[in-house]
T-cell receptor, first 112, second 113 residues
């Protein structure tokens, strides 16, 4: 039962362009969402989060959009840089529950 | 330390042996998570500790897996009678609690041969 899904295992974007990473969820009780970035041989690092009371949160080049009716969130990176090449995970947690549920990840490659 | 520390960083063990993986969370973080990532897979939740509350063990894949958190700080994940399918990177994370981002350690790569 995959409650958080990242349907694109990989994405390739040209440097300077916008990268859009997508995530869908099925549990309507999820009310807090996060994006993590992972380099090889390292643990995931937190990027940005959003609460369900918002539909957008921005931090520098990173913006997360939440569409509750569609149970969909996306991460926009603009402009994309070579150092953004990594695996990106979305995660969610539900009211009353504590654990973070992660998607399968999307490998982003930024081409020069 | 400044971050979450896990040890060992790599562990190779023979099938059937027991292993213990250690996690030192960030000081002051009341929440502690264990996840694992098998080759080509996402992050699979194993267990969650929050303060003095009963842990959420709903992700432990079998009764061969157990975890403790002593004194609300250090945690040990124990896998008994290891199997080849237990081979994965085991990740520990800590946070200030719900609605706070979790900070991950670098993980322990477990290989069962």
């Amino acid at each position: 039962d995959q409650q958080v899904k990242q349907n694109s295992p990989s994405l390739s974007v040209q440097e300077g362009r916008i990268s859009i990473l997508n995530c869908d969820y099925t549990n309507s009780m999820f009310d807090y969402f996060l994006w993590y970035k992972k380099y090889p041989a390292e643990g995931p690092t937190f990027l940005i989060s959003i609460s369900s009371i918002k539909d957008k949160n921005e931090d520098g080049r990173f913006t997360v959009f939440l569409n509750k009716s569609a149970k969909h969130l996306s991460l926009h990176i603009v402009p994309s840089q070579p150092g953004d090449s990594a695996v990106y995970f979305c995660a969610a947690s539900a009211t009353g529950a504590q654990k973070l549920v992660f998607g399968q990840g999307t490998r982003l490659t930024i081409n020069p | 330390g400044a971050g979450v520390s896990q040890s060992p960083s790599n562990k190779v063990t023979e099938k059937g042996k027991d292993v213990e993986l250690r996690c030192d969370p960030i000081s002051g973080h009341t929440a502690l998570y264990w996840y694992r990532q098998s080759l080509g897979q996402g992050l699979e939740f194993l267990i969650y500790f929050q303060g003095n509350s009963a842990p959420d063990k709903s992700g432990l894949p079998s009764d061969r897996f157990s975890a403790e958190r002593t004194g609300g700080s250090v945690s040990t994940l124990t896998i008994q009678r290891t199997q080849q399918e237990d081979s994965a990177v085991y990740l520990c994370a800590s946070s200030l609690g719900r609605r706070s981002e979790a900070f991950f350690g670098q993980g322990t790569r477990l290989t069962v041969v």
